[in-house]
C-alpha cells in the first residue's frame, strides 16, 4: 500500500520535473548593460541572428530572437553585456 502511494508520487514528479528542468536549463537572457555600452555596434555586427539593434547610442538585445549563443559577449570592447 505504501508502496503505491509512493509511486505515484515519483511519477508525477518526474513529469513535472522535467518540465521545470527545462525551463531552468536555458541560460538566462543575454543582457546589455546601457550605462556602459558605448555604441559601437561591433555586437550587432556579430550576431549571427540580428538579434541587437541600435537606439539612442546604445544597443539593445531583442530577447524573442536572441538564442543565447553568447558570441557578442565576447566580442564587446566594454565588458557590457552579460
Ligand atoms: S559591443 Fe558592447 S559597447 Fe559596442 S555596442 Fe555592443 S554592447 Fe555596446
Ligand atoms: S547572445 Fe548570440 S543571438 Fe543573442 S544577441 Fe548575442 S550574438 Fe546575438
Redesign the pocket.
Same mark, same amino acid.
Not at 536572441?66 to 559577449?73: Q, S, T, W
Given at each position: 500500500m505504501k508502496g503505491k502511494y509512493y509511486d505515484y508520487g515519483n511519477g508525477e514528479g518526474n513529469r513535472g520535473g522535467r518540465g521545470t528542468e527545462q525551463t531552468y536549463a536555458r541560460p538566462s537572457f543575454?543582457y546589455i548593460q546601457p550605462e556602459i555600452c558605448t555604441g559601437c555596434g561591433v %555586437?550587432a555586427e !556579430?550576431?549571427?541572428?540580428d538579434?541587437?539593434k541600435l537606439e539612442n547610442g546604445i544597443a539593445i !538585445?531583442m530577447r524573442e530572437v %536572441?538564442?543565447? %549563443?553568447?558570441? %557578442? !559577449?565576447r566580442v564587446c570592447p566594454e565588458g557590457a553585456i552579460m
Open positions: 543575454t %555586437c !556579430v550576431c549571427p541572428l538579434a541587437i !538585445v %536572441c538564442r543565447n %549563443c553568447k558570441i %557578442c !559577449v
